[in-house]
């Protein structure tokens, strides 16, 4: 992957990173599916303003473990702390979180009936209630730093895969969320396509934003993490900084995972 440093800043806030600051606390965190101890014992602090790549086999409770950070998994024992606010099963707290957590998904989950416009701008007028003059310049905004403005008034369907992944990522953006979750956003998509995406998490990496990815994208790893987490049948069994991760893996498996995908 090549560096593009130099495309526009997704977001109009500043970058800085205020990495003393808490967005997310995982403490103690235990899930289980049934009998089957999918997450065991999560210990992790990310910082405002960090960048975290989660790598690891499949099946070792990747996406579990980001999908516990908004709620659409429930961790059973221990805490996760999400902008201040511990998760528990008080609704309005949990829309609190979403609205401020955005995700963006391997397939992309547009809504195939309504034109790219209307996807960027439903949640803004019915979550946000925001008018539907606003919710379409926010659209238009975000459109533009993903770079398919011209794509505004097509349906998902005429747009390529790539394209498609941009808007999801657009419409994240709407919300104004704080922190961004990032689950094998480029794992669909044809391999001349995976650029296009990277560049724009990068983008959005640059302007200051709080980003949890997994991704087996090694090469974006390097580029904009500040620590890469490994996970292994339900644990972290590693984190470092990229440089030593990729150099110094310290258990076995991490190491085999790495001469595979690198
Ligand atoms: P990864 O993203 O690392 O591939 P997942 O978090 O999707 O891993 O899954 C971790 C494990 O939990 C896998 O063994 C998977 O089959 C299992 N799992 C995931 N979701 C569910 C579910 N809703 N019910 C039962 N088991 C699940
Ligand atoms: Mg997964």
């Known amino acids: 992957m090549s560096t593009n440093r130099s495309i526009e800043t997704l977001t109009s806030t500043t970058a800085t ?25 999560i210990n992790l602090r990310v910082g405002r303003g960090e960048r975290i790549v989660i790598a690891g086999p499949s099946g070792s409770g990747k996406s579990t473990l980001i999908r516990c950070i908004n709620r659409l998994e429930e961790h059973q024992d221990g805490k996760v702390i999400v902008n201040g606010v511990e998760l ?17 998904f391997q397939h992309f989950n547009l809504f195939p009936h309504l034109t790219i416009l209307q996807n960027l701008t439903l949640a803004q007028i019915y979550v946000r209630k925001l008018s539907k003059a606003e919710a379409e310049e926010t659209a238009m ?20 895969g790539g394209q498609q992944q941009r808007v999801a990522i657009a419409r994240s953006l709407c919300m104004n969320p704080k922190i961004m979750l990032f689950d094998e956003p480029t794992s669909s998509l044809d ?8 560049d724009v998490m990068i ?21 904009v993490a500040d620590r890469v987490i490994f996970m292994d049948q339900g644990q972290i069994i590693e984190e470092d900084k990229p440089e030593a991760f990729f150099t110094n893996a310290q258990h076995e498996r991490t190491r085999l995972f790495l001469s595979r995908v690198l």
């Not at 403005?149 to 747009?159: D, H, I, T, V, W």
């Open 191 to 198: 391999p001349e396509m995976v650029k296009e995406v990277l």
């Open 17 to 41: 990173r205020p990495l003393d600051e808490t967005a997310v606390e995982i403490i103690g965190m235990q899930k289980w599916f049934g009998d089957f101890h999918v997450l065991q014992d």
């Open 141 to 160: 905004h975000y459109l533009e730093r993903v770079k398919i403005p011209e794509q505004a008034q097509k349906f998902p369907g005429q747009l390529s």
């Open 88 to 104: 528990t099963n008080d609704l309005k707290r949990i829309d609190e979180i979403r609205r401020e957590v955005g995700m963006v």
């Open 203 to 223: 983008s959005l990496a640059d302007s200051g934003m709080t980003m949890l990815c997994v991704t087996h994208e090694m090469g974006f790893a390097r580029q």
